[in-house]
Nanobody, 123 residues
Framework: VQLQASGGGLVQPGASLKLSCVTS????????LGWFRQAPGKERDIVAA????????YYADFAKGRFAISRDDLQNTVYLQLNNLKPEDTAVYYC?????????????????WGQGTLVTVSS
């Protein structure tokens, strides 16, 4: 199973980015996926997750109203739209496959991880 995240970069506060995660090696449409982030010296925390059907989503409180997760089953790709970025959003963002079809906010419920893409928000 492989996950390749991309789309990170250096942006100013208030800017937007769209992260992509292309996957292979697993029946994409049968699994939930999540995006996590890890800032220097901190734990890896959930940002957003989406169920296998695409109808059910979960957002961490800090992500509600600013970030949006989506999936394209034809492209085996999950996306994370980041809007109104703040300096505290600076982190490495990771995509991951859940162990099953239901999304989860818990890191231990994910068993395959991408390499991460760095998002830096600074003026």
């Amino acid at each position: 199973v492989q996950l390749q995240a991309s789309g990170g970069g250096l942006v100013q506060p208030g800017a937007s980015l769209k992260l992509s995660c292309v996957t292979s090696g697993r029946a994409f449409s049968s699994y939930a996926l999540g995006w996590f982030r890890q800032a220097p010296g901190k734990e890896r925390d959930i940002v957003a997750a989406i169920g296998a059907s695409g109808r059910n989503t979960y957002y961490a409180d800090f992500a509600k109203g600013r970030f949006a997760i989506s999936r394209d089953d034809l492209q085996n790709t999950v996306y994370l739209q980041l809007n109104n970025l703040k300096p505290e959003d600076t982190a490495v963002y990771y995509c991951a496959f859940a162990r099953g079809w239901a999304f989860s906010p818990h890191r231990d419920d994910y068993d395959a991880w991408g390499q991460g893409t760095l998002v830096t928000v600074s003026s």
